[in-house]
């Protein structure tokens, strides 16, 4: 009988890989021959988006960034759920 694997564990995979991959690209920035994981783009908005309603503000900021440490951490992840 072969297992149906769950979506929510695949995302929760790919997530931890992007988190650990961005992780190491923070610290592969200090190191001069590991600077190349750190390359990347970062996207979102340009500043907080605000809502007002008089008894409650809310403030909204979203953006993420998208290196080569946290492509190859989810590709990781992949193989790991596949191994899984």
Do not use: C
Request: charged share 15%; aromatic share 12%; no cysteine.
């Amino acid at each position: 009988m072969a297992r149906e694997k769950n979506i929510w564990i695949l995302l929760i995979f790919l997530l931890s890989g992007i988190v650990i991959g961005g992780l190491l690209a923070s610290f592969a920035a200090q190191v001069s021959w590991l600077q190349w994981l750190s390359y990347g783009e970062e996207f979102g908005t340009s500043g907080p988006v605000g809502l007002d309603l008089s008894i409650l503000k809310l403030s909204f900021e979203l953006r993420i960034k998208i290196t080569v440490a946290s492509i190859v951490g989810m590709i990781i992840a992949a193989i790991i759920y596949r191994k899984f």
